[in-house]
Nanobody, 128 residues
Framework: QVQLVESGGGAVQAGGSLRLSCAAS????????MGWFRQAPGKEREFVAA????????VYADSVKGRFTISRDNAKNTVYLQINSLKPEDTDVYYC?????????????????????WGQGTQVTVSS
């Protein structure tokens, strides 16, 4: 049974930082591209970042470039999202996801439909 478990969310002030983690089990982690998405109540799930199997290639949403960094440790079956310079508009539930599919274009990994497995999410709340 595949499980993705996010952690590291919380309440922070604007300008602060958080490091989200997503621990995967029940799958061959190194065979999956991993992504982070976020969603606010009543809104569509929004792509944040993705990292390919080996960790050698990443893609980010324009809104987070320069502030968010995705990384992975295949030995620990874990993907991370370092979030710096947090803004109130970053307040969302953050989800990690795993995609087994291989696509030439990184752009394919910005779509939620590309992903096969999802975690339950971790709340990030940023106050001004």
């Amino acid at each position: 049974q595949v499980q993705l478990v996010e952690s590291g969310g919380g309440a922070v002030q604007a300008g602060g930082s958080l490091r989200l983690s997503c621990a995967a089990s029940g799958l061959t982690f190194s065979s999956f591209t991993m992504g982070w998405f976020r969603q606010a109540p009543g809104k569509e799930r929004e792509f944040v970042a993705a990292i390919r199997r080996s960790g050698g290639s990443t893609v980010y949403a324009d809104s987070v470039k320069g502030r968010f960094t995705i990384s992975r440790d295949n030995a620990k079956n874990t993907v991370y999202l370092q979030i710096n310079s947090l803004k109130p508009e970053d307040t969302d539930v953050y989800y990690c996801a795993a995609s087994f599919g291989y696509y030439r274009s990184n752009g394919a990994y910005t779509s939620s439909s590309t992903y096969d497995y999802w975690g339950q999410g971790t709340q990030v709340t940023v106050s001004s």
